[in-house]
């Protein structure tokens, strides 16, 4: 039995959370972030599962030196899918909070105790999403003046110093960001496999998740400033010709999810189309401006792709 800095005593299996990574031939890196999960400070319980999205290369000698020093478990998803990889580790999961991550990220030593101490000072709130830091040197110049492009191409995140509530549409991303199991219990694949990395639509995995029980307008979702973690940069995100392709693609995605960036309270008085319009006003490149271009096209699309009969249409139906 051992008492954590919240004065609350556990017993050594009784896990508090579990870390959910999906990985595929990334031994190095999956390496310096199980290293940084063993150095965590004043975390609970917790154990580390990793989904194998069918690696061939160091992986399972990577996890299985990591068990020396962790409580890790791994499961192997053969077919393509980060999205596949996710939810057969969430099957075996036994933490009362499941923790995201990707594995190439650096976690701050506080994380997990920071993410822990947020659930139990908010007790409302279902969804936590925390601080992620890129690497600025890897980012070129008309990627980082962009306010509309840097957390798409890059995964930084935040939304000030201070812990904050979500508004209208708004989540944390996946490599930080943490749920309550109760929120996923009634499913067996929760994560939306037909997208995510390794499918023909790479983006737009993480909201559609986790709107299907925090949805847009609800006030669950909490972001943890203190939760931090630092995030790669994929240097073909912000190769210009990559980054287009990308924001059409999450665009689409956006817009298949089929959720509107007006708040139920503004529609009337502000239309997506005058969002749209300040975004592309506020560009500074030419190269922002197709991105952002880009990006509605792809809503467009991905909008009239939307099946009548989805779950957000019974949302939206709802809401009206």
Same mark, same amino acid.
């Given at each position: 039995?051992?008492?954590?800095?919240?004065?609350?005593?556990?017993?050594?299996?009784?896990?508090?959370?579990?870390?959910?990574?999906?990985?595929?031939?990334?031994?190095?890196?999956?390496?310096?972030?199980?290293?940084?999960?063993?150095?965590?400070?004043?975390?609970?319980?917790?154990?580390?599962?990793?989904?194998?999205?069918?690696?061939?290369?160091?992986?399972?000698?990577?996890?299985?030196?990591?068990?020396?020093?962790?409580?890790?478990?791994?499961?192997?998803?053969?077919?393509?899918?980060?999205?596949?990889?996710?939810?057969?580790?969430?099957?075996?999961?036994?933490?009362?909070?499941?923790?995201?991550?990707?594995?190439?990220?650096?976690?701050?030593?506080?994380?997990?105790?920071? #993410?822990?101490?947020?659930?139990?000072? =908010? /007790? +409302?709130?279902?969804?936590? *999403?925390? @601080?992620?830091? &890129?690497?600025?040197?890897?980012?070129?110049?008309?990627?980082?003046?962009?306010?509309?492009?840097?957390?798409?191409?890059?995964?930084?995140?935040?939304?000030?110093?201070?812990?904050?509530?979500?508004?209208?549409?708004?989540?944390?991303?996946?490599?930080?960001?943490?749920?309550?199991?109760?929120? #996923?219990?009634?499913?067996?694949?929760? =994560? /939306? +496999?037909?997208?995510?990395? *390794?499918? @023909?639509?790479? &983006?737009?995995?993480?909201?559609?998740?986790?709107?299907?029980?925090?949805?847009?307008?609800?006030?669950?979702?909490?972001?943890?400033?203190?939760?931090?973690?630092?995030?790669?940069?994929?240097?073909?995100?912000?190769?210009?010709?990559?980054?287009?392709?990308?924001?059409?693609?999450?665009?689409?995605?956006?817009?298949?999810?089929?959720?509107?960036?007006?708040?139920?309270?503004?529609?009337?008085?502000?239309?997506?189309?005058?969002?749209?319009?300040?975004?592309?006003?506020?560009?500074?490149?030419?190269?922002?401006?197709?991105?952002?271009?880009?990006?509605?096209?792809?809503?467009?699309?991905?909008?009239?792709?939307?099946?009548?009969?989805?779950?957000?249409?019974?949302?939206?139906?709802?809401?009206?």
């Amino acid at each position: 039995m051992t008492k954590t800095k919240y004065g609350i005593f556990y017993m050594m299996n009784d896990i508090k959370i579990s870390v959910i990574i999906a990985t595929r031939n990334r031994a190095a890196s999956l390496a310096r972030l199980l290293e940084g999960l063993a150095a965590q400070v004043d975390a609970p319980p917790f154990e580390v599962i990793i989904g194998d999205n069918g690696s061939i290369d160091d992986t399972p000698s990577v996890i299985e030196h990591a068990g020396s020093k962790l409580t890790v478990c791994c499961v192997r998803e053969e077919h393509p899918g980060k999205s596949r990889a996710l939810n057969a580790a969430l099957r075996i999961a036994g933490g009362a909070i499941f923790v995201f991550t990707d594995d190439d990220v650096q976690p701050h030593p506080q994380w997990l105790a920071r #993410i822990f101490e947020a659930s139990l000072m =908010y /007790p +409302e709130c279902n969804v936590f *999403g925390g @601080r992620i830091l &890129v690497d600025l040197k890897n980012v070129p110049g008309w990627v980082r003046r962009s306010f509309n492009l840097m957390g798409l191409l890059t995964s930084r995140h935040g939304k000030g110093k201070s812990d904050a509530r979500y508004g209208f549409n708004e989540y944390p991303f996946g490599p930080n960001m943490a749920v309550r199991r109760h929120c #996923i219990a009634q499913f067996n694949s929760p =994560y /939306p +496999e037909h997208l995510g990395p *390794g499918t @023909r639509m790479p &983006v737009g995995d993480e909201p559609t998740f986790l709107s299907q029980f925090s949805p847009p307008d609800a006030t669950d979702r909490m972001f943890v400033a203190s939760a931090c973690v630092m995030h790669d940069v994929e240097a073909e995100n912000v190769i210009f010709y990559k980054a287009l392709e990308r924001c059409y693609r999450a665009g689409r995605a956006h817009g298949m999810l089929g959720i509107s960036n007006v708040p139920p309270d503004m529609v009337g008085h502000v239309s997506t189309l005058t969002l749209i319009g300040k975004r592309l006003i506020a560009c500074r490149s030419l190269r922002e401006l197709a991105c952002v271009s880009a990006r509605y096209l792809g809503y467009l699309q991905g909008n009239r792709e939307l099946p009548i009969n989805s779950p957000v249409k019974s949302y939206q139906s709802q809401r009206s």
